[in-house]
């Protein structure tokens, strides 16, 4: 029984410091992950300032693209819709092609520095892949 005593109680020490060291690393761990979230924050709030600050001046530039794009529609290489944008079953304007083509593809081409022109050209290009136009446009 003289040798089970010692052995128990280093095996208590053990047991005690190991418990120790799980609780330290779990604390060490929360507090990693409060940090991470708050750089996260910091990073999404100052992404948005910069977005914001790129998309100053760019209301022309959508409006143009807008109008552009309703020509594009009805004109022969485009959807060639009569009425453009306009969508006369609806009685409203095309607002997923205008989300789609002209804020979704125009406006990201934009803010990456692209020109107008590339901009249009990369509309023209996701026009042209859709099955609409393929339809309208398939050779008989």
Not at 15 to 40: E, K, P
Not at 79 to 96: H, I, M, V, Y
Request: glycine fraction near 6%.
């Amino acid at each position: 029984m003289d040798r089970s005593r010692p052995i128990t109680t280093v095996l208590l020490v053990i047991v005690v410091v190991l418990l120790g060291q799980v609780y330290y690393q779990n604390r060490r761990t929360s507090q990693l992950q409060a940090s991470m979230d708050f750089q996260q924050r910091q990073f999404e709030q100052q992404v948005g300032k910069l977005a914001a600050e790129r998309l100053k001046g760019h209301r022309a530039d959508l409006m143009q693209a807008a109008q552009w794009l309703h020509q594009y529609y009805a004109s022969d290489e485009g959807l060639r819709r009569a009425d453009g944008l306009w969508r006369s079953d609806l009685k409203q304007p095309d607002f997923e092609a205008i989300g789609a083509w002209v804020l979704d593809v125009y406006l990201n081409a934009r803010v990456e520095g692209k020109t107008d022109e590339q901009a249009k050209q990369l509309v023209r290009d996701a026009i042209q892949g859709s099955d609409e136009w393929r339809r309208l446009h398939a050779t008989k």
